[in-house]
């Protein structure tokens, strides 16, 4: 094989390179996040190439094993927010995923397998309500504790927030230290799937 000459892979052997399914690969062809050509018979090809720019931008390779830190996911489009969480959870040992846009949510939380996903459930593309619903549908995000960090506070809201799947729920502002207690309790017990 020439240098030039490279591997093209199925959207099945790019889904097991990615361990994800392989809809989610055909999905992300047809959201344009990768470069795929198609053959004569109407299947989906990506270049080796291709494959690992978008494993490298979405961070898709496996890590080395350290001592593993829990990993906290946080969404939320505020940076001021995030900023905040960070520093909050950072300080506590906690490895923290930020992800300001709703639509990598699901992305990310079935590849990098967070401990615990905080959800902001008022952000402009996509609800919190949606997308907690999409991680609960998902067999590789459904087991993940997710816990609402919102400024929603009706009655009727957080009724809501529980019925699409969050596990626990905390109004913004909070204090420091609820977060911490909520974020150690939610890891520490998990999530049981029927």
């Known amino acids: 094989m020439s240098d030039r000459e490279q591997k093209a892979f199925t959207t099945f052997e790019a889904a097991k390179i990615c361990h994800v399914t392989h809809h989610s ?8 996040l990768i470069k795929a050509s198609r053959t004569p018979g109407g299947h989906y090809r990506i270049l080796e190439d291709d494959l690992d720019r978008f494993r ?3 961070d898709m390779f496996p890590r080395e094993k350290g001592p593993s830190k829990q990993r906290v996911m946080v969404v939320d489009d505020d940076p001021d927010a995030l900023a905040l969480m960070e520093n909050i959870l950072a300080d506590d040992g906690f490895d923290l995923i930020k992800v300001t846009n709703a639509t990598e949510v699901g992305l990310k939380a079935a590849q990098l397998a967070p401990d615990l996903i905080l959800l902001d459930f008022l952000m402009p593309e996509i609800n919190g309500f949606e997308v907690c619903k999409a991680l609960r549908e998902n067999e590789l995000t459904r087991s ?7 400024c929603l506070t009706k009655e009727r809201d957080i009724e809501r927030i529980f019925a699409c799947g969050a ?28």
């Open 25 to 32: 690969i055909k999905n992300w062809i047809k959201q344009g």
């Open 56 to 58: 490298e931008k979405y």
């Open 144 to 150: 993940i504790p997710i816990m609402a960090v919102t």
């Open 167 to 194: 596990d626990e729920y905390l109004a913004k502002p909070f204090k420091v230290d609820q977060l911490l207690e909520k974020v150690t309790e939610l890891i520490g017990r998990g999530r049981s799937v029927d």
